[in-house]
Structures are given as structure tokens and as C-alpha cells.
């Protein structure tokens, strides 16, 4: 697990900070994006192992940027995990349809949220 690179795309500084202090305390190199244009740009020049992808965001919506993830040649393989306070089964559904590898909801437990990561990686 240390030296994976996580790619944290969160649009709230608070939760930016709490989840890349938690992910480089574990040993993680942690890249962060804002918004959904910089989360493309990012994962398509750094190619992270993973990334955290939170849906609601400016811009592209977490959605939408897993679909391109996915659908490119070059980041189609980095594991994604979507990231949300957005609890609908519906919601869901269409993250895991975009092709995200796993959904979790917010407030997250640090515990669990590394589990998943390790689990992935």
C-alpha cells in the first residue's frame, strides 16, 4: 500500500484536508483536485491508483467524470471509488453504471474507508 498515489478529487477544503491527512498519515502519496476538469486532467498525467471521487462537484459532476474515466484508454484501468452524502439506492446504481468500483456514502469511517482502499489496491 505505501507509495500507492491516491488521487482526492473533494470540493470541500475541510474534508480535503481531513481525508489527505488520513491517506499520507497510511502511507498514501495523495494528489487532490477541486473540480471535475482538474480530477480529468490530473488522472490523466499523474495516472493515480486510485481515485476518491466525490459526486457533487463544480463543473462536471462525479458522474460524469467517472464515465470519462473509464472510458478512456489511458485511465480506464485507476480504481475508482465515488465518494457522497448522496444516499439514494438510485444514486448508486448510476455510480456503480458509470463504472466506478465502489460507492461509498458520507460521513465515512476512516476505518472502513482505508479497508476499502487497501481492498482495491
Known sequence: ????VVLVVEDSPTLMCVITDLLQDSGYIVLTAADGEQALEKADSELPSLILLDVILPGKNGFQVCRQLKGSPNTENIKIIMMTSKTQDSDRFWGLKQGADMYMT???DNDELLANIAKLL
Open 1 to 4: 500500500m505505501p507509495n500507492e
Open 106 to 108: 458520507k460521513p465515512f
